[in-house]
């Protein structure tokens, strides 16, 4: 291995220099930094995120059981800046202890429900609207199992290899090889699965692949890390095909917009609170699209 050595101090100390992206906002310590209330929309949902693979399952689930019909299902998404310190605000904190998006309050009854973790909300609406849940118990079994591969697995995709491969202020040897092993190993998991399956509970697509589609879809997509050709990923057909197929979803195209910051202006909706936000945001792209028309001309 190339890199020079590190021997950890006897007593481990904060240093809050340590570079990388994150580094402004992580800290070893729990709690609010600031008073902050968390603002309130109309609706019985009200959803406090950002988009990313996390924060994406939830607004997808949300408009995947609008699309089919659920209207208690309506909801308010709000901004939450994480690189900003937005997340550790007393009001959020109160929420999620925790301090990570997406965080959400159901106040559909006459006490608010807070829950926190992706996918503790995602089980939650499944249950609570009955839809994107299979009845049959050995399909909720597969269901919750690949549920929970997800949250299990995403964190050596995420805080393993996408740190230490695109994120981390100097690049390691020794880290990377580790946790590119790792990540081609979920996704040779995956592919070998769903050469037998249409989505990852056979013919019904449930939550476990609205879980699964914002991390290793956009892996595959070559929109998180910039990794899909050091990974090879186009060579996982299976998974290539499930990918192309969830991402084709009118409600998962709606759902990734949502507290989208970045990128092309066309598929950012910062904050969504009526479903007729995603035609004014047609509308504006079509008034910049004819604007733009009319300079060229």
């Known amino acids: 291995m190339s890199e020079k050595t590190y021997e950890p101090a006897k007593i481990w100390q904060w240093n809050s220099e340590s570079g990388g992206k994150f580094a402004n906002i992580n800290r070893p310590i729990a709690g609010a930094t600031h008073q902050d ?83 503790a909300i995602l089980l939650y609406l499944a249950e609570k609207f009955d839809a994107l849940l299979p009845k049959e118990t050995q399909l909720k079994s597969q269901c ?73 879809g956009a892996l595959v997509k070559n929109r998180v890390y910039e990794a899909a050709e050091f990974l090879q990923t186009h060579t996982y057909k299976n998974l290539v095909r499930w990918t192309e197929e969830v991402g084709s979803r009118a409600a998962v195209k709606r759902g990734v917009m949502v507290n989208r910051t970045w990128g092309e202006l066309s598929g950012q909706l910062h904050e969504r609170h009526d479903a007729s936000d995603f035609d004014l945001k047609t509308q504006d792209k079509l008034v910049e699209s004819e604007g733009n028309s009319t300079t060229s001309a």
């Open 144 to 216: 919750m199992s690949w549920l929970f591969w997800q949250m299990g697995s995403a964190p050596y995709l995420g805080g393993g290899f996408g740190h230490f491969y695109a994120y981390a202020p100097e690049k390691f040897e020794y880290p990377i090889e580790r946790f590119t092993m790792e990540v081609k190993r979920q996704l040779d998991v995956l592919d070998k699965h769903l050469a037998n399956n249409k989505y990852m509970c056979g013919d019904q697509y449930t939550i476990a692949d609205i879980a699964i589609w914002p991390w290793y």
């Open 37 to 119: 209330d968390l603002p309130v929309g109309k609706h019985p949902i009200q959803l406090y995120s950002l988009a990313t693979p996390n924060g994406v399952k939830v607004t997808i689930l949300l408009e995947e059981l609008l699309a089919l019909d659920i209207t208690e299902a309506e909801y308010d998404a709000h901004l939450i800046n994480i690189m900003e310190g937005e997340q550790f605000s007393s009001g959020f904190v109160e929420v999620n202890p925790n301090s990570k998006i997406p965080a959400l309050v159901d106040q559909s009854s006459d006490s608010p429900l807070p829950i926190f973790e992706s996918g």
